[in-house]
Nanobody, 120 residues
Framework: QVQLVESGGELVQPGGSLRLSCAASGSILSIAFMGWYRQAPGKQRELVAAITQDSITNYDDSVKGRFTISRDSAKNTVYLQMNSLKPEDTAVYYC??????????????WGQGTQVTVSS
């Protein structure tokens, strides 16, 4: 079974920085997409940043210029560098990926989430 494991979430003061990591493991043939989503209490889960196999990146307008997504294909790992954090960034951050494991079509996977809290 494919698993995604996130790490790096914690309490940080406004203006601070965090780096989230997500490592995929299992019987992986290829990864077409990896991205970060977040969900705050009472709100819908939203895409924060994504990177494709062709190295195309996309960011939500609220994080452009502050967050950077990167990928280490050799380690099947994606990172999210978060700078100039705001209280509005507080949420559970989820890693997601579309992975091919065999003859079946690409399938989406989710990590269990990591809590990011930005507060004084």
């Amino acid at each position: 079974q494919v698993q995604l494991v996130e790490s790096g979430g914690e309490l940080v003061q406004p203006g601070g920085s965090l780096r989230l990591s997500c490592a995929a493991s299992g019987s992986i043939l290829s990864i077409a997409f990896m991205g970060w989503y977040r969900q705050a209490p009472g709100k819908q889960r939203e895409l924060v940043a994504a990177i494709t196999q062709d190295s195309i990146t996309n960011y939500d307008d609220s994080v452009k210029g502050r967050f950077t997504i990167s990928r280490d294909s050799a380690k099947n790992t994606v990172y999210l560098q978060m700078n100039s954090l705001k209280p509005e960034d507080t949420a559970v951050y989820y890693c997601s990926a579309k992975i091919k494991t065999g003859r079946d079509p690409l399938k989406g996977y989710w990590g269990q989430g990591t809590q990011v809290t930005v507060s004084s």
